[in-house]
C-alpha cells in the first residue's frame, strides 16, 4: 500500500481517512495517522501478489463500525502460546471479544499446510509425470539403440572381421547415439523455455526459468541417455564375428 500510494515518499505522520461516503457510520470516524508500515502480507494465497492493507485498532473502533467489519470480514486472531492447550485460547478469545462465537483454532502450520495443499498436490502430479516421461525416455533410447544394433549385427561383424577392435565399435555406437540424445535434450531445452510461463501459476518463491533446474534436467537426460546407450554398446563387442556373417 505505501508504494502503490507513496511512490517514492515517506508516509509516516500522514493521515488516512476510512471509509468516509460509503456508510453512515464511518462519518463519525475520525482521520488517522500513519504511524508505521509493515511487510507484506499474503493473506489469500501464497502464489497471488499481497493486496494493499492496513491495520486499525479494534479498541479505537466503535461498536457499530465493528459489527459492519464483522459481516464484511471475519475477524483472526493471532496469538502465541507456550503449552496453551484450544480450548484455554478459545476462552480467552470469547472473553476479549465480549463473547463472540470463535471458529475451531488451527496452528500457523496447518493454516500453511492447507494453503499450499493443492498446489503441493499439482506439482506431485507434475512429479510423477515427469519421472514417468523420464523411464519413457531412458526405455525408448535403449530400446533404440539395441534394435539400430541387431540391424547392424552383419556390418558390425565384418568391421570385426576386418580388424577393427571391439573399443572402437562400442565408442562409434555411443556417440551416434548420444548424438540423437543431444539434438533431443536440447529440443526439449528449447520447448522448456517456451512453456514456462505457462507453469509460473504454479510456484512459489521459485523462478520458472531458474538457469540451475535447466542445467540439472539436462544433465540428467543425457545421463540417462548414455546409460541406455552404454549397454547395447557393451553387447555390440561380444558378437562372434563369424555368427555375425551368418545373421540374416
Given at each position: ?70 459481516r464484511l470480514l471475519?475477524?483472526?486472531w493471532f496469538v ?169
Amino acid at each position: 500500500m505505501a508504494r502503490l500510494f507513496w511512490p517514492g515518499g515517506d508516509p509516516l505522520g500522514d493521515h488516512l481517512v476510512i471509509g468516509r461516503g460509503v456508510r453512515p457510520e464511518y462519518q463519525k470516524d475520525p482521520a488517522r495517522q500513519i504511524i508505521g508500515i509493515v511487510g507484506d502480507v499474503r493473506d489469500s494465497a501464497l502464489n497471488r501478489v499481497p493486496r494493499p492493507a492496513m491495520y486499525v485498532p479494534i479498541a479505537q473502533l466503535p461498536d457499530d463500525l465493528n459489527l459492519i467489519n464483522l459481516r464484511l470480514l471475519p475477524i483472526a486472531w493471532f496469538v502465541r502460546a507456550s503449552g496453551a492447550s484450544h480450548s484455554a485460547i478459545q476462552n480467552e478469545l470469547q472473553q476479549v471479544s465480549g463473547g463472540l462465537p470463535v471458529s475451531p483454532i488451527r496452528s500457523m502450520d496447518e493454516v500453511a499446510t492447507q494453503s499450499t495443499a493443492r498446489t503441493r498436490f499439482e506439482m506431485l502430479l507434475m512429479t510423477i509425470f515427469g519421472g514417468a516421461a523420464l523411464l519413457l525416455a531412458a526405455v525408448g533410447v535403449y530400446g533404440l539403440i539395441a534394435y539400430s544394433v541387431e540391424q547392424r549385427t552383419q556390418e558390425l561383424g565384418i568391421r570385426l572381421a576386418l580388424g577393427a577392435r571391439s573399443g572402437k565399435l562400442r565408442n562409434m555406437i555411443v556417440f551416434q547415439g548420444m548424438r540423437l540424445a543431444l539434438v533431443g535434450v536440447g529440443a526439449g531445452l528449447a520447448g522448456a523455455f517456451g512453456l514456462t510461463r505457462l507453469i509460473a501459476g504454479f510456484l512459489f518463491g521459485v523462478r520458472p526459468w531458474d538457469p540451475a533446474v535447466f542445467a540439472t534436467v539436462a544433465i540428467v537426460l543425457a545421463a540417462v541417455a548414455l546409460f541406455a546407450t552404454w549397454l547395447p554398446a557393451r553387447r555390440a563387442m561380444r558378437i562372434d564375428p563369424v555368427a555375425a556373417l551368418r545373421w540374416e
